[in-house]
């Protein structure tokens, strides 16, 4: 894989217009709109997009264990835009294409791990269909609801993070304002789903990445946090190129560090399908 070239965080937000920051502090959004901004950035920049990802995992004790995988994704146009009345070259817009969405994880090492592959189809207004090929049982399993706040292949990355939370299973509230970043609480709906009672989310002002979070238990302590350590331009789009999820109770974290980041490839649909779990897509791996 070829060295990332990864820009520092801080002087990659350096480099942001003053300018644009001060138009967007003059009409301060709501905290939904905030949310909106910010899941678009993290997951649904381009109509679809493909990345090479090093996962590294350190334990407690400093031995790391390494992972790498290229990850492609795929969205569907935004169905209220639709039905909102615009028309077919608005929906065409690589910045309306914001509803249901699928990943396709393929693992190319270590040996373990070889053909390994996660598939998700994101939906809207009803729980995730995830499923999760182990070739080495030749065995595809469907992963539940229930196990989507669990280790995403033993890091500190759940499967949820991979695709992203619902914005619509939290309540969120704009806690803060500061002259670079939004501040939110955000707070589950049904607490019986999840492991933790809330958690908080700086938002960077004029390019809505998530910088940084932070997860506390429901006995309000702070038990994880996830933090933003690169981003850069890629066609356009604002990425995180390297990004950091330490478990604070055990002492263990994950780095994820991105490489040849793609955007609007062309992936076809039928690519997120069960069968191309065990029939790798080859051409869009390379």
């Known amino acids: 894989m070829k060295p990332i070239n990864t820009i520092n965080l801080t002087a990659a937000l350096l480099l942001i217009s003053a300018a644009t920051q ?10 939904m709109d905030v949310v909106r901004h910010a899941n678009r950035v993290a997951y649904y920049q381009g109509k ?27 969205d569907q146009p935004d169905p209220n835009a639709a039905k909102a009345g615009a028309t077919a070259q608005d929906a065409d817009k690589a910045d309306e294409y914001c509803g249901d969405q699928k ?14 592959a996660f598939l998700v189809w994101k939906h809207l207004d ?3 269909d995830r499923w999760l090929y182990l070739p080495g049982l030749d065995l595809v399993k469907r992963i539940s609801s229930a196990d989507k706040r669990t280790s995403f292949v033993g890091s500190n990355f759940f499967y949820e993070d991979v695709s992203g939370r619902h914005i619509n299973d939290d309540t969120h509230e704009l806690t803060k304002t ?3 970043y939004y501040v939110l609480k955000s707070t589950p709906k049904d607490a019986r789903s999840v492991e933790f009672g809330h958690y908080v989310s700086w938002i960077h002002k004029t390019t809505f990445v998530v910088v940084m979070q932070e997860y506390y238990d429901k006995d309000g302590q702070k038990y994880r946090a996830y933090k933003a350590l690169g981003m850069k331009q890629i066609d356009g789009f604002w990425t995180v190129t390297k990004s950091e999820m330490a478990d604070l109770k055990t002492k263990s974290g994950t780095v994820l560090e991105y490489d040849n980041v793609k955007y609007n490839v062309g992936i076809p649909e039928d690519v997120f399908t069960e069968r191309y779990l065990r029939r790798a897509p080859q051409s869009y791996l390379k």
């Open 22 to 31: 001060a138009a967007l502090a003059a009409d301060e959004p709501s905290a």
């Open 48 to 74: 679809d997009g493909r990345a090479d990802v090093k996962m590294t995992i350190t334990d407690d004790q400093g031995r790391t264990r390494n992972r790498e995988m290229t990850i492609l994704r795929w």
């Open 103 to 116: 990943f396709y994880v393929y693992f190319h090492r270590p040996a373990d791990v070889n053909r390994m």
């Open 126 to 128: 009803k729980e995730d």
């Open 178 to 180: 500061t002259d670079t």
